[in-house]
């Protein structure tokens, strides 16, 4: 007596090769019935023997495609109908996000075979792809996700790729950017002016010159990448220097896991992470004396690696003699990554020496993804291709609303219902030509998720392009959002916490609601407000901006802090170093006043002590003196012990002074302490600090639970003994790794607290 069930699949299941799955299994099964895209996902309606249906919802989740993501499966009696056979109906027009689009994915197992396969027919065909991999959000005009709403709609199929993708037994069945020789995008191979070289083999032509040292422009998946032999030191060079990039990191793209674990310490963690199907940046520890040349990360203990994910990256290391490449997105140094062909020559005829193109358009910019591994979870730094537009699942409901982030780094955030979906990395909002970009990633992600917000939220600082941008929106309700409460309500929600809790937002900047520059605070806070229990004393900036780009100018101020005019006569190499008369100029600067903004900054407090050691007076990069002092403080031998830092009540708030901690620092450096000993002592003096002020927090709130945010806990070793330190006191602390700890998580923070302004 057969019986029939009606199944509803939830998740991602669109697009990446769910329903010929379930027709793969149901025709194995001897099932009959059918399989659709319904509004609330996949549907699919079945009849047969019972144990075969009780086999068929085993297999389903068991056997799932690996790109498909179930949230939910719900499973109901339904009437039998005395169907035939199997069938896979057409799409239901009316979907909702709630089936949602899937990431860009990586080249699949079996395309790689037939990739590398001479007699395949998509033999070294730079676009294989089938419904397990391929590009996805990156080629997606508009929903439903059919191939005349993607970037591939210039290309109609040949007869063969037409006939795979409407064979359910082919595993390029309803794989929209299907593709091959005859029919799909071919590549191109163009000198720095942008005329055409002639070549048979445009993979291979490239290759054969990176592996002579010259600079590539190569177009992938989210924009152009530059990409020169990681071997290679004059070349490496030559990138530095045409792209204006004097020392920040470049990620190494190495062609298997074996390489990567030459180059860094690969555990079970980082392997899992490189392997992962985003195949993010890694950032892992740099063994010692490899072959990558030294000027790809200077300074730092670790290196990004990745693996390819395009067939494009695996036909490059097979036809080239380089072991790893440099792979950095193509722009000059912060703009957003370049992607159309004509835009990249016009603007990289200077970097790149020849550019190897492909004519299908890049829809949507996208940089890689970069992860670290950091006491023992995973965590993202930038989160954006191969995570995006996968939503963070929410503890509770929200309405419509967008979140516009901060200013670096940036992201937006759109939300509805349980979830919230952060946009890929916008970048840094400074440069006029992110405006654009900022505008498009709100356009694309609002349409693609049909999300029509009705709240923005944004930050504080007046001053902001995403301020100023939501000021600006009209028709809807807008929400100001304080930078560390949305740090701390992004690290709840990330955890699915709902009650007040502790939170320590430790980072560069972001807008007090006193005018001043915070970025040292402990706060109580809920999404429906905060009180701020506890920061960094507030010290001058002196220069303004300036003393971000220069930390010797906050040495000087915490100097003058701890020592008064006697800072002089404490024997520091860094006040020599400097000169009487920059220092005594920039004294005169805080006393009278000018151009010195105060801040609680946690980051420049970093700079101070940085530069205090002789480590670096001036920075290429955001955070870098403060990834150097922790490279530093990793290397050295663990016992150090901790500085000691003040503690004073006033205006209903702990004030953490510094003073101590610069008088131990000038005793170290007097006594030509090591630099690690010292950023050690220095780190650990911190943790300490911030422990001792939860404990007296919790005495008086009687709040158990700490969120850690802010970009300063990319900071590993800062992070691991923090988590550890307060641990140890019975605290239950709650971290970022699914959204950065820094300003790249900031959206998911305003999104929730304005949410919970709308409907409490
Ligand atoms: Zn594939
Ligand atoms: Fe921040």
Known sequence: MPSACLIKVRGVVQGVGFRPFVYRVARELHLCGWVLNGEQGVEIHLEGPEPALEEFQRLLTTGAPPASRITAVEVQGADVLGLQEFVIKASERNERPTVRISPDLPVCDNCLR??????????????????????????????????????????????????????????????????????GPQLALWDASGAQIETQDPVAEAARRIALGEVGAVKGLGGFHLAVDAANADAVALLRERKRRVEKPFAVMVPDIATAAQLCEVDALARQALLSRQRPIVLLPKRDNTFIADAVAPGQRDLGLFLPYTPLHH????????????????????????????????????????????????????????????????????????????????????????????????????????????????????????????????????????????????????????????????????IGVQHHHAHIASCMAENHLDEKVIGIALDGTGYGTDGHIWGGEVLLADYSGFERAAHLAYVPMPGGAAAIREPWRM??????????????????????????????????????????????????????????????????????????????????????????????????????????????????????????????????????????????????????????????????????????????????????????????????????????????
Request: charged share 20%; hydrophobic share 40%.
């Open 114 to 183: 037939e990739l590398k396969d001479s007699t395949n027919r998509r033999f070294e065909y730079p676009y294989i792809n089938c419904t397990h991999c391929g590009p996805r959000y990156t080629v997606i005009l508009a929903l439903p996700y059919d191939r005349p709403n993607t970037t591939m709609k210039a290309w109609p199929f040949d007869e063969y790729c037409d006939r795979e993708y409407h064979d359910p037994a082919n595993r390029r069945f309803h794989a929209q950017p299907n593709a091959c020789w005859e029919c």
């Open 555 to 760: 040495a000087v101020s915490y100097l003058a802090q701890t020592f008064g005019p006697a800072l002089f006569e404490q024997g520091i190499p860094f006040v020599g170093e400097l000169g009487w008369r920059r220092a005594a100029t920039t004294l005169q600067m805080m006393d009278r006043r000018l151009n010195s903004p105060l801040t609680s900054s946690c980051g420049r407090l970093f700079d101070a002590v940085a530069a205090l050691v002789g480590m670096r007076t001036t920075v290429n990069y955001e955070a870098q003196a403060a990834m150097e002092l922790e490279s530093a403080a990793r290397r050295a031998p663990p016992g150090a012990g901790a500085y000691p830092l003040a503690l004073e009540r006033s205006d209903g708030c702990w004030q953490i002074g510094a003073g101590p901690l610069f008088d131990a620092i000038a005793g170290d450096l007097r006594r030509a302490a090591p630099v690690g000993i010292i950023s050690r002592r220095f780190h650990n003096a911190l943790v300490a600090i911030f422990v001792c002020v939860a404990r007296s927090v919790r005495d008086e709130s009687a709040l158990n639970r700490v969120c850690l945010s802010g970009g300063t806990f990319q900071n590993a070793y800062l992070l691991d003994n923090m988590i550890r330190g307060l641990e140890h006191e019975g605290f239950e602390v709650f971290t970022h790794a699914e959204v950065p700890a820094g300003d790249g998580g900031l959206s998911l923070g305003q999104a929730m607290i304005a949410a919970h302004a709308a409907a409490p």
């Open 315 to 478: 036909l490059l290391f097979a036809a080239g003699e380089f072991r790893a490449l440099v792979m950095t997105s193509a722009n000059l140094s912060e703009e957003p990554i370049a992607i159309d062909n004509h835009e990249a020559v016009h603007r990289l005829a200077e970097v790149a020496d020849f550019f190897l193109v492909h004519n299908r358009e890049i829809l949507l910019r996208c940089d890689d993804s970069v992860v670290r591994p950091a006491a023992g979870r995973v965590r993202q730094v930038r989160r954006s291709r191969g995570f995006v537009p996968e939503p963070v699942q929410l503890h509770k409901e929200v309405p419509p609303v967008l979140a516009a982030g901060g200013e670096l780094k940036n992201t937006i955030c759109l939300a509805r219902g349980p979830f919230a979906f952060l946009s890929q990395h916008v970048g840094d909002l400074e440069n006029a030509e992110s405006f654009d970009f900022f505008e498009e990633a709100v356009e694309h992600l609002s349409k693609v998720l049909e999300i029509e917000p009705s709240i923005i939220a944004h930050d504080l600082h007046p001053d902001y392009f995403s301020t100023k941008w939501a000021l600006a929106q009209e028709g809807v309700r807008r």
